[in-house]
């Protein structure tokens, strides 16, 4: 596709649910990110891939957290027994990795998760 | 480790005037990029404008632009010709040249523009 694309947009769980979250990145996009944004706040690192690499997971905030890339194209975030302060939008950006603009992120839409 | 500081949660403009939006910085490192950012409210985050640490010239692309200070480690965005499609929250974000390519982003600032 054109844009990042992200799955679902939305997610509702209960407390204690595991949930997995999808990103597909622009093609041939060689770098993938994710983030997390709290209401009224900005979006804050969590992990980043090169290829299917994962170079970066210093901003995954509990062992709950768990990430992969496995073919260097999709990726899925996956939480395990949810809890309420995971309730945020998680947004995937991807980027080329290489040239003058390697450093250039293109976001998706975001997924909204409650936990309820 | 890097902070970004927004000082204005909040901001607005009248439709045709110009607004200017503030940003600092902390890092040790002598390379980087800045970034603008703008999330309107269907939220998806749009690349506005970005400056290399290296370059003096500030970037400018149509009715935006930046004063970049790097020894104040100040990153200010001004949009001219403020247009109602200009409302959005506007992220203002750091990144190492070399290394770890996450973006650090400020807590954002709400731009209102008033017809």
């Known amino acids: 596709g054109a844009g990042v694309s992200q799955s679902p947009r939305y997610k509702v769980a209960k407390r204690g649910q595991d949930v997995a979250l999808r990103c597909d990145p622009i093609?041939?996009?060689?770098?993938l990110f994710w983030y997390q944004q709290a209401l009224g706040q900005g979006p804050e690192f969590l992990t980043y891939?090169?290829?299917?690499?994962?170079?970066?997971k210093s901003g995954l905030p509990s062992d709950r957290f768990f990430a992969e890339r496995p073919e260097g194209s999709v990726s899925t975030l996956k939480i395990q027994r949810t809890q309420q302060e995971d309730s945020a939008v998680y947004l995937c950006?991807?980027?080329?990795?290489?040239?003058?603009?390697?450093?250039?992120?293109?976001f998706g839409p975001g997924t909204r998760l409650t936990v309820l | 480790a890097q902070t970004v500081t927004q000082s204005q949660p909040e901001m607005s403009v009248q439709e045709a005037e110009t607004v200017t939006l503030s940003c600092t910085y902390d890092t040790s490192e002598s390379d980087y990029y800045l970034f603008w950012y703008k999330q309107p409210p269907s939220r998806q985050m749009i690349l506005v404008i970005r400056?290399?640490?290296?370059?003096?010239q500030n970037a400018t692309e149509n009715r935006f632009s930046v004063n970049f200070q790097k020894a104040a480690k100040s990153f200010s965005l001004k949009i001219s010709d403020s247009q109602l499609g200009d409302a959005a929250m506007y992220f203002c974000a750091y990144c190492k040249r070399v290394g770890s390519e996450k973006l650090v982003f400020g807590k954002g600032t709400k731009l209102t523009v008033n017809p």
């Open positions: 093609s041939g996009h060689v770098s």
């Open positions: 950006a991807s980027g080329k990795g290489w040239g003058r603009a390697r450093n250039e992120q293109f």
């Open positions: 891939f090169q290829n299917e690499a994962q170079l970066d």
């Open positions: 400056q290399e640490a290296y370059k003096q």
